[in-house]
């Protein structure tokens, strides 16, 4: 009788584990689907930026969705339909598919020292957004940036000195705190320099690009910024 007991608790237990397992799978399956047409034009910009701040708070947490990347490749494969655009530094510590949840498929990427907006990059935006659907564009910078702390000690170097030029009005118009020098080594100082760096490169965006602008101002499509704080993971969003 108790051998019978325990056998069909046993069983029970494997039942109901396969379920919450196949009931764990399929929440994961809903977050890593891979994007389509129609998934792409269902979700209003709002609803698009959420995705990404959703993402970043899955990253944060440890509980980022397990992909089937291979099979999301061969989906991918005869088309692509990504719902962002995302513009951020080349800094390796900050891998925008991976600190936003994102698969093959779910966002176009432009990376660039200083997370700057020169003309191809904002054409790339412009086919990203009229030419092929996606709804938001987010320009991230980051913490301790060494593109930003480039522009800061006014650093010369070959090509690299277009680039840094490019960060110096966020340089200029940041206001020393008490004790601070213009220093890459105030660390906040830094990082508020960065974070004037995504609102200006935001603001050069809509200049630059008419179609862009248009599409903002009509609502089809959400312009937004973040920092990303290498320490901790976490996106703030700049609206």
């Not at 994961?28 to 891979?34: N, P, R, S, V």
């Not at 564009?137 to 913490?143: A, P, S």
């Not at 000690?153 to 340089?171: C, F, H």
């Not at 965006?205 to 599409?215: E, G, N, Q, Y």
Request: charged residues 20%.
């Amino acid at each position: 009788m108790k051998l019978l007991a325990t056998a069909l608790f046993i069983a029970l237990t494997a039942s109901l584990t396969g379920a919450h397992h196949k009931s764990s799978e399929g929440k994961a399956g809903h977050h890593g689907m891979t994007q389509t047409k129609a998934s792409q034009d269902k979700l209003t910009p709002n609803e698009a930026l959420q995705r990404l701040k959703d993402g970043n708070a899955r990253f944060v947490k440890g509980m980022s969705v397990n992909r089937d990347y291979i099979a999301q490749a061969k989906t991918t494969a005869s088309g692509q339909y990504p719902f962002a655009i995302v513009l951020g530094c080349v800094d390796s510590r900050v891998p925008v598919e991976v600190v936003f949840d994102q698969g093959i498929g779910d966002i176009f990427t432009s990376r660039v020292a200083g997370n700057i907006a020169p003309e191809d990059v904002v054409g790339s935006m412009e086919f990203a957004t009229a030419a092929a659907g996606s709804k938001v564009i987010l320009v991230v910078g980051h913490t301790a940036c060494g593109a930003v702390k480039g522009a800061i000690d006014n650093v010369k170097l070959s090509k690299l000195t277009g680039l840094l030029d490019q960060i110096q009005p966020a340089v200029k118009a940041t206001d020393l705190h008490s004790g601070e020098t213009k220093s890459s080594k105030h660390a906040e100082y830094v990082d508020r320099v960065a974070h004037n760096n995504v609102k200006m490169t935001m603001d050069r965006i809509l200049k630059d690009s008419p179609v862009i602008a248009d599409m903002v101002k009509s609502g089809k499509v959400v312009l937004a910024g973040g920092m990303y704080n290498l320490e901790t993971g976490k996106v703030d969003f700049i609206n």
